[in-house]
Nanobody
């Protein structure tokens, strides 16, 4: 079970941190990713990390602005987002796949993941 939180309305240029709390097994068993979706479009990959917490991957959209991290003790993965722009608006999802492989295959492929959260809405607007 994955539960996202932290989405809200934020002004352009602002920052926000999203959380993905994982129930059940430790995140040490799972590759975790963040995707986002806007109405009428498919889910867009943002970032992923390997089950070991290494091999962090970012799409061009996220590079330099977003940071994925985790707290194993809290079984939670985070997405720190800076310099937010209106085009970052959307529903943000975390996803997981029980895997020890590096997550490059799943950076932009939503079908690679087995589990999804319900999403959290991020709106960037003045």
């Amino acid at each position: 079970q994955l539960v996202e939180s932290g989405g809200t309305l934020v002004q352009p240029g602002g920052s926000l941190t999203l959380s993905c709390a994982a129930g059940g097994e430790s995140v040490n068993y799972y590759a975790i990713a963040w995707f986002r979706q806007v109405p009428g479009k498919g889910r867009e990959g943002i970032s992923c990390m390997r089950n070991s917490g290494t091999n962090l991957r970012y799409t061009d959209t996220a590079k330099g602005r977003f940071t994925i991290s985790r707290n194993v003790a809290e079984n939670t993965v985070y997405l720190q987002m800076n310099s937010l722009q209106p085009e970052d608006t959307g529903v943000y999802y975390c996803a997981a796949r029980r895997s020890s492989f590096e997550c490059a295959s799943g950076l932009t492929d939503s079908t690679w993941y087995e589990y999804w959260g319900q999403g959290t809405q991020v709106t960037v607007s003045s």
